[in-house]
């Protein structure tokens, strides 16, 4: 079965710093990665997804994440984060064995200080 | 719309009562999903919907849960004799073709609150 563990419930950092959000996800087969965002008040918004292909995959305001199958890991990077980053981010996963159903994580909230 | 929408914002109920939550997909979006939101566990899956059928309700909590989506559009949630434990965020997104691939997109949601 599909599950997925975001191992870091909060990640307090400074402005322009550099930011590391961990995901690991268990999966039998072939599995399509994503990171959605929700800012404060906001509702959930796609940063980005690996389907296929290159393992290193880019996504909007400045985020990427890598796809390592060995390690069943998706970890979401920033080398320089902003205040306006400050929001909940959720990796999720989804597989034809699970019938496409996706499952998300418990979320890290990523706090950016001043 | 230009985006997925749901009624009501906030909702505040007695324990007991039956509560009707709706979602307004994006036109032409054919899955449909609802998840249950509550403080620091992340998204619960409930169920999703391919055009008016429901293939996977494995995620509903319980018989009091029930879903429907009529004419390939909205979709309501209904939970009947609420709970406390019901209290949560309830959100619903559509896609385009439920194929694992498409990009999910959520709605606001609905702050569900059982006294």
């Known amino acids: 079965a599909q599950s997925v563990t975001q191992l870091d419930s909060q990640v307090p950092v400074f402005e322009e710093a550099p930011v590391e959000l961990r995901c690991n996800y268990s999966?039998?087969?072939?599995?399509?990665l994503f990171w959605y965002v929700q800012y404060p008040n906001q509702g959930l918004q796609l940063l980005l997804k690996?389907?296929?292909?290159?393992?290193l995959v880019k996504g909007i305001n400045g985020f990427e994440a890598e796809f390592n199958k060995s390690q069943t890991s998706f970890h979401l990077r920033k080398p320089s984060v902003h205040i306006s980053d400050t929001a909940e981010y959720f990796c999720a996963v989804s597989d034809r064995a699970g019938g496409f159903k996706t499952i998300f994580g418990a979320g890290t909230r990523l706090f950016v200080k001043a | 719309g230009a985006g997925v929408s749901q009624s009501p914002s906030n909702k505040v109920t007695e324990k007991g009562k039956d509560v009707e939550l709706r979602c307004d997909p994006i036109s032409g979006h054919t899955a449909l999903y609802w998840y249950r939101q509550s403080l620091g566990q992340g998204l619960e899956f409930l169920i999703y919907?391919?055009?008016?059928?429901?293939?996977?309700k494995s995620g509903l909590p319980s018989d009091r849960f029930s879903a429907e989506r009529t004419g390939g559009s909205v979709s309501t949630l209904t939970i009947q004799r609420t709970q406390q434990e019901d209290s949560a965020v309830y959100l619903c997104a559509s896609s385009f073709l439920n194929s694992g691939q498409s990009e999910q997109f959520f709605g606001p949601g609905t702050r569900l609150t059982v006294l």
């Open positions: 919907f391919q055009g008016n059928s429901a293939p996977d």
């Open positions: 690996y389907l296929s292909g290159s393992t």
């Open positions: 999966s039998s087969v072939s599995v399509y």
